[in-house]
């Protein structure tokens, strides 16, 4: 168990909707990381917040939108859902200090869009 | 360009041999950090190592060990007697430290899937 919750753990919608993935990282850690991993474009960065401000951007869509709330959980909001945003979304976290670079990751929520 | 490539899609052994994970990675920076997670069929990414760019030296941790070559670009992981429960999708990933440390985003290869049959 890394620390990482992310829920919820799987999601069934249809193309159209909008959901809302959650994330609480490890205790102490101010870092918050959004990755996508699909059969076809593997494990892509999405994007990461740092104590409540957004840090560095990867392949996010624009169709999708994260944030960091002050208590520090993060939530990926995915809206307009295609097909091929059927993915595992993972959240990881990383500490402070000497091992920063080192990122700790959640289950994943398995997202299936229909 | 930053790059990870695991040119092993999928590796089969027979419980107890030792397996080899090949891992190359392209970088122009001089300061970066090397992992390896591990997938297991339940899904979640386990952390296994990390390794800065500035530390050569070879490590061992039970069963399993880690070579790492700047001169080849290499990070190689392996199993030495494989059990079944060793039997994942295993990632070797790359960051490279940016604005002062503030993001350390990985870049993954395509993962190695290893099979341990009993």
């Known amino acids: 168990d890394s620390g990482v919750t992310q829920t919820p753990k799987h999601l069934i919608t249809a193309t159209g909707q909008r959901v809302t993935l959650r994330c609480s990282p490890r205790?102490?850690?101010?870092?918050v990381y959004w990755y996508q991993q699909s059969l076809d474009q593997g494990l892509q960065f999405l994007i990461q917040?740092?104590?409540?401000?957004?840090?560095a951007k990867g392949n996010i869509l624009e169709r999708f939108s994260a944030q960091q709330f002050p208590d520090l959980h993060s939530e990926l909001n995915l809206s307009s859902l295609e097909l091929g945003d059927s993915a595992l979304y993972f959240c990881?976290?990383?500490?402070?200090?000497?091992?920063?670079?080192?990122?700790?990751f959640g289950p994943g929520t398995r997202l299936l869009v229909l | 360009a930053q790059k990870v490539t695991q040119a092993q899609t999928e590796i089969s052994v027979v419980e107890k041999e030792d397996v080899t994970l090949d891992c190359v990675y392209e970088t122009r920076d001089t300061t970066y950090y090397l992992f390896w997670y591990k997938q297991p069929p339940s899904g979640e990414l386990v952390f296994l190592i990390r390794?800065?760019?500035?530390?050569?030296q070879n490590e061992i941790s039970g069963r399993y060990s880690w070579n790492f070559q700047k001169s080849t670009s290499s990070f190689n992981f392996t199993i030495t007697a494989s059990q079944v429960v060793d039997s994942a999708v295993y990632f070797c990933?790359?960051?490279?430290?940016?604005?002062?440390?503030?993001?350390?985003?990985?870049?993954f290869g395509t993962g190695t899937l290893l099979a341990v049959q009993p």
């Open positions: 390794r800065n760019s500035f530390d050569e």
């Open positions: 205790s102490g850690d101010l870092s």
């Open positions: 990881a976290s990383s500490p402070q200090g000497r091992y920063q670079e080192t990122q700790y």
């Open positions: 917040y740092y104590n409540g401000e957004e840090r």
């Open positions: 990933a790359l960051s490279e430290p940016r604005y002062g440390g503030a993001t350390n985003k990985l870049i």
